[in-house]
């Protein structure tokens, strides 16, 4: 858990650098943890986890987690992001894999990975509402092949709770 609020906290602060408040803990729920800030008067509610086992033949690697982000002002709600700890391979978007569900309509840009639509986003959440698990596969710009399952256990809680802050109908 240390090592994950210590991830939480240098992304946090890099996207909150310029925010007047600092991000604050909604909640713990199971794997996941529910966080809110204010970024120039607007407030911004995400929730976020890392996963439970990462595969791959790699040296070196970076943070690895993932986010579900709702910014009511921009009415921006359920977008769907995951940060690989490496950058991606462009050619070869990352597949999310939850129950028997499988979503390949991906983007990356560097190490960071999204859907390609809302539609997009809201079905992956949907999947993991009901799923216990889900499955990233995903290649880096050297080749390398990765495997990260993360834990949905509290998904739904935090999801609950981001939505409530931030007024998600």
């Not at 987690?65 to 359920?78: A, G, N, Q």
């Amino acid at each position: 858990m240390l090592k994950y609020l210590l991830v939480l906290s240098g992304l946090i602060l890099g996207a909150a650098a310029n925010a007047a408040e600092m991000p604050k803990v909604l909640g713990e729920y199971g794997d996941w943890t529910a966080w809110t800030y204010n970024d120039r008067g607007n407030l911004i509610c995400y929730m976020s986890s890392t996963p439970k086992k990462d595969e791959g033949k790699y040296t070196k690697r970076g943070d690895i987690y993932t986010i579900i982000t709702h910014r009511p002002s921009e009415k921006t709600f359920d977008e769907v992001s995951f940060v690989a700890g490496y950058n991606f391979d462009t050619k070869a978007p990352f597949v999310i894999k939850i129950g028997d569900k499988t979503f390949k309509n991906t983007f990356t840009e560097g190490s960071k990975g999204w859907m390609v639509s809302a539609q997009e986003d809201r079905n992956v959440i949907a999947a993991m509402k009901r799923g216990e698990r889900m499955i990233v596969d995903g290649k880096s710009s050297r080749g390398t092949t990765t495997k990260d399952t993360y834990s949905l256990k509290g998904f739904s809680s935090a999801y609950q709770a981001i939505s409530a802050k931030c007024k998600k109908k």
